[in-house]
C-alpha cells in the first residue's frame, strides 16, 4: 500500500467513525482488505457509575411479579451475569449448603456463589414450585424453555422505570441488568474494610485478577467528591 492509499485508508476511518455515537470509543482495524470498526469496552461506564443501595431496594419493589423479584435479587446480590440467571438449573441451587453451583458461565469456568441474603433461598425455592428436581429454575414458555436475555433486559428496565430510577451511565437509557452486579460488587468494596479483590474475583467469575483490579480498586466518583470536599476545608490560597 503506497502513501497516497495509506492516506485515503485512514480518511475512510475518520468519516466511519464520525457517524459512531459520540459516547462510545471505536478502534479502527484493518482485516483481509476490509476496515473492521470494533467497540471499545468503556472502563468507565462499569467503573464509575452504579446504582445505590436504595435504588436497588425501589427497583425490587417494582418488579411485576415474585419471579422477577428473584431475577432482579439474584442478579444484585449473586452478582450474576444474565445468562447465568435464565441458565439456573435447580440441581445447581444448594439448599443445604447455602450457595449456588453456576455450571453455565462464561467461558464455561464453575464457580460457587455463597447465599448469606436473608430469605433469597427461600424465595428460591418457592419459585422452584410442584417438587421439581431438574430444569431451569426460571422457565419460558419458549425456544429452549429459559427466558432470553431481551427477557431479563425488559424484567430489570421495566421495573426500574416504574420505580422511577434512571439509568447512572451517561447515555444509557434504561437501567441494565449489568449494573445490578456492578453496583453490588462496587457496594462491598465501599465497605470499611472493604472486600478483598481475591475474594471479589471469584464471586464475579472474572478470569483474571487484574479485570477485577482495573475495575475495582479504583476509586469511584462518590467517592472522589467526598474526599476533594474533606480536603478542601483548608484554604489552598
Known amino acids: 500500500m503506497d ?10 476511518v475518520q468519516v466511519a467513525s464520525s457517524k459512531l455515537n459520540t459516547s462510545e470509543r ?41 419471579r422477577d423479584r428473584c431475577i432482579i435479587k439474584l442478579l444484585y446480590f449473586a452478582m450474576m451475569r444474565r445468562d447465568e440467571v435464565r441458565s439456573l438449573e435447580i440441581p445447581c441451587v444448594d439448599f443445604a449448603n447455602r450457595r449456588l453451583n453456576l ?44 427466558l432470553s436475555l431481551k427477557a431479563i433486559n425488559d424484567i430489570v428496565g421495566g421495573a426500574a422505570r416504574r420505580a422511577g430510577v434512571a439509568s447512572p451511565v451517561p447515555g444509557m ?32 467469575g472474572h478470569t483474571s485478577v487484574k479485570t477485577t483490579l482495573d475495575i475495582y480498586a479504583r476509586a469511584d466518583l462518590d467517592f472522589m467528591e467526598t474526599e476533594l470536599k474533606r480536603c478542601s476545608t483548608s484554604k489552598a490560597l
Open 103 to 146: 455450571t453455565h458461565t462464561k467461558g464455561n469456568k464453575p464457580r460457587s456463589i455463597p447465599i448469606v441474603q436473608e430469605g433469597l433461598l427461600d424465595d428460591l425455592r418457592l419459585v422452584i414450585e410442584d417438587d421439581r428436581k431438574a430444569g431451569w429454575v426460571f422457565r419460558s414458555k419458549v425456544k429452549d424453555g429459559r
Open 3 to 12: 502513501a497516497g492509499q495509506a492516506k485515503g485508508k485512514q480518511e475512510q
Open 26 to 66: 471505536f478502534e479502527a482495524k484493518e482485516k483481509a482488505g476490509k476496515l473492521v470498526l470494533k467497540k471499545q469496552k468503556k472502563v468507565n461506564e462499569r467503573a464509575d457509575f452504579w446504582l445505590k443501595p436504595e435504588d436497588v431496594e425501589r427497583i425490587i419493589s417494582a418488579a411485576a411479579s415474585f
Open 173 to 204: 437509557k434504561n437501567v441494565h441488568p449489568h449494573i445490578l452486579r456492578h453496583s453490588y460488587a462496587r457496594f462491598l468494596r465501599r465497605q470499611q474494610p472493604p472486600i478483598a479483590i481475591e475474594v471479589l474475583q471469584k464471586l464475579l
